[in-house]
């Protein structure tokens, strides 16, 4: 490769990348993000804080029920019109039992009766059960769990099949975290070269700079520097989400967050990842090389495609050994998301990995080229946009 | 440096923007590209440096022994018409990724700047956001941004543009200095009292055709209709006194010892002296040239394409 392209190219990959790389806003989003992290994962602390203990008055008999943060009050029958009189003051509510039915009353309709209701409802069942008077073996009996045996047939080799299930339930979750950091990665794509390309075009930078640069080198250093800042806001929110389970984990469970990803698993997501962004960002680049303004022009909505694969893989995150999970993972502009979510969840065979990949680079070869051309040809139109029919024929000739 | 440019055309659908132009630039000398918004001075300049290419015609660059269909890269700068740079950079980020781009080391580009800066005065805004300086300093950041590498040759296209008349004059002086150097430029501008004070050729273009090319002579050959003479004698001489020189429009003060008045460009100024010697103690005789402006003025409404267009 010619040395004076790539260190051109490295150049305006680097300035692209500075461009739009502001330590503040970074230190910014990153405490932001800590912060909404800590609220969440301190909620039910934060909470436990703010709710106030319920009191309420119970005229049943027998045993009173048992719910957190409520007080229940066992009065008897005559003390119910004095007890109906201090509600809203003495107690938040009354409860009256009457064989299997119950009222509750209150002064006004409010969110802890919602979640009262339905253990109210289970305390009730439990009466009616003890009402049975059943043995204990009766009792038993009912209270028996039944377990659903999982005989898999394709994975002899697994002893334990809860122990499988479970792994492929946190695969899941690994791939949908996977195509939402794709889902961040190509939004901030489409948002910086829409900007840096329009940006350009409307400062006039570009007449100038056409006179030191190739449109090639131009158009590369730009995919490449918007790809450097989608891959960073991706890593930067991956690692945050990280950090986030794990202390809700620590918290919860205690120990880190067991990742049911190996380090091949994580390569391979990784290059379908950044050759997946070089390929959105081209036709970012190619969409946008075609608007003069992107005020008035109707093309800025078009540039809202390269989200559309995405969104059509999170249709296969568990169920990634169906047919269009098969198909998605090889056609060349859906595999960068599909893929990976093929290779976290199922086994792939080798000739369908590489297929893929071959098919990918070709892409994006292509659509490199093409996002040049359409740039070339969009500057000097000088005022005007080139219309689909021009664009069809570059995309032709290309 | 050396450029041929023959019979060049250049057609934007309907609209032919360069019309068979042809002109030649020599190296180290500067020529100016005058003309009316519209003439084809940008689309030409395009041409030149390979943004576009020429339907027809002909671009030959002689440049080391070399030949060369359009400017070769890094051998020229170029101050395009339509010009900006990142509003939301340093003045230092905006010329250092100019200079890398260029292939220049990084002492090199900030010698340059150290150098650049301080002739243009800008030295103290170095670390200012471009967005944060007027239009006339954002002005001599882009003509820095086209010198910053030292190119044999530099195009300008309207380089005195949104400069006050004393940054004017800066930068007209800077051009100079450039000439003396032996780098050739080639420039387009409407404030004719500089261009004429600067360049040592013209051409002038109306609607993507040459009406005038040369140096300041040739044009004055190529457009006046009549040149214009003031001449003074020292004692009063009645105007009937010459009434044999061919001469028209004659005025004279009311004294009687001052004339002025145009000649055909056929009749010799020799022979009109010793004649005008014989009515009179004859102090001055002076040929006034008509100012650039004007011939620019009159040549481009006169000229055919201009008549075509109103027809």
């Known amino acids: 490769m010619n040395k004076n392209y790539l260190n051109r190219v490295t150049r305006v990959a680097t300035f692209e990348f500075l461009r739009f790389f502001k330590w503040k806003q970074e230190l910014l989003t990153v405490g932001l993000m800590s912060a909404g992290f800590l609220v969440a994962i301190l909620w039910p602390v934060i909470m436990a804080f703010f709710d106030s203990e319920q009191r309420i008055a119970v005229f049943a008999e027998g ?18 019109r004095l007890a109906l009189s201090e509600i809203g003051d003495e107690y938040d509510a009354v409860l009256v039992v009457d064989d299997f039915s119950m009222v509750l009353h209150v002064e006004k309709s409010s969110a802890w009766q919602d979640s009262l209701r339905p253990q109210l409802r289970d305390w009730m069942q439990s009466r009616k059960f003890d009402a049975l008077e059943l043995n204990e073996e009766q009792r038993e009996f009912y209270h028996q769990d039944i377990p659903i045996e999982m005989l898999y047939t394709s994975r002899v080799d697994d002893e334990d099949a809860e122990a499988a299930e479970t792994e492929r339930r946190g695969r899941g979750l690994i791939t949908g975290g996977i195509l939402l ?3 961040i990665g190509v939004v901030n794509g489409f948002a910086l070269m829409m900007s840096s390309i329009t940006q350009e075009k409307m400062t006039r930078v570009t007449e100038q700079l056409l006179t030191l640069l190739h449109p090639q080198e131009w158009m590369d250093g730009k995919i490449l520097g918007v790809t450097m800042h989608s891959v960073k806001s991706m890593a930067l929110t991956g690692g945050l989400l990280l950090l986030l389970l794990n202390g809700m984990h620590m918290a919860m469970v205690g120990g880190f967050m067991p990742l049911p990803l190996s380090f091949l698993v994580f390569l391979n997501t990784l290059f379908f990842l950044i050759i997946g962004l070089l390929l959105v960002n081209s036709v970012l680049a190619g969409f946008a090389a075609t608007i003069d303004d992107p005020n008035h022009s109707s093309r800025s909505t078009v540039m809202f495609i390269p989200i559309i694969p995405v969104l059509i893989s999170f249709s296969i995150v568990g169920e990634a050994d169906s047919g269009l999970a098969t198909f998605l ?9 599909a893929m990976p979510i093929r290779v976290a969840e199922v086994g792939v065979p080798w000739w369908q990995w590489v297929i893929s990949v071959a098919l990918m680079l070709a892409t994006l070869y292509w659509l490199r080229k093409l996002a040049a051309r359409l740039f070339r040809q969009g500057i000097t139109m000088y005022g005007k946009e080139p219309s689909w ?5 570059i995309i032709m000739n290309t | 440096m050396q450029i041929q440019i023959s019979n060049l055309i250049k057609e934007y659908a309907t609209l032919r923007a360069v019309d068979n132009v042809s002109f030649e630039v020599r190296e180290g000398g500067i020529i100016a590209l005058l003309g009316p918004n519209g003439a084809g001075k940008s689309s030409l300049v395009r041409m030149l440096v390979g943004l576009t290419h020429p339907d027809s015609g002909n671009i030959k660059v002689t440049y080391q022994g070399q030949v060369y269909p359009h400017l070769p890269d890094g051998t020229f700068g170029y101050l395009p018409e339509d010009r900006g ?8 980020q905006n010329l250092m990724y100019i200079g890398q781009l260029r292939g220049l080391d990084k002492k090199v580009i900030q010698q340059q700047l150290d150098h650049w800066l301080e002739r243009f005065e800008l030295t103290e805004r170095a670390n200012e956001h471009l967005k944060q300086l007027s239009k006339g300093n954002q002005q001599k950041i882009q003509l820095i941004a086209t010198l910053l590498h030292r190119p044999p040759m530099v195009i300008l296209d309207e380089p005195f543009s949104g400069l ?16 003396a150097e032996g780098v050739t430029i080639l420039l387009s501008a409407h404030q004719m009292d500089l261009v004429e004070r600067l360049a040592d050729e013209f051409v002038l273009m109306n609607c993507g055709q040459v009406i005038a090319s040369g140096p300041i002579d040739a044009i004055h050959e190529q ?3 009549n040149q214009q003479i003031h001449f003074s004698f020292a004692a009063p001489v009645a105007a009937e006194a010459l009434a044999a020189l061919p001469l028209t429009q004659l005025t004279h003060n009311d004294a009687g010892t001052h004339f002025s008045a145009e000649v055909a460009l056929t009749e010799s100024l020799q022979s009109l002296l010793q004649q005008a010697s014989l009515c009179g103690p004859l102090q001055e005789f002076r040929r006034y040239r008509q100012p650039l402006h004007d011939l620019y003025l009159s040549a481009v409404r006169n000229s055919a394409a201009t008549q075509e267009i109103r027809k």
Do not use: C, G, M
């Open chain 2, 85 to 92: 740079l990142y509003q939301d950079r340093t003045l230092k």
């Open chain 1, 389 to 393: 029919k021009d664009i069809w024929r």
């Open chain 1, 63 to 80: 045993a009173l029920p048992e719910v957190e943060s409520v007080e229940f009050v066992s009065l008897p029958p005559p003390n119910l």
């Open chain 2, 164 to 179: 006050d008349p004393v940054n004017q004059e800066h930068v007209l002086t800077v051009l100079k200095e450039l000439k």
């Open chain 1, 181 to 183: 950091l794709l889902f």
């Open chain 2, 223 to 225: 457009l006046a209709d």
């Open chain 1, 329 to 337: 993972s090889i056609f060349p502009l859906t595999s960068f998301a």
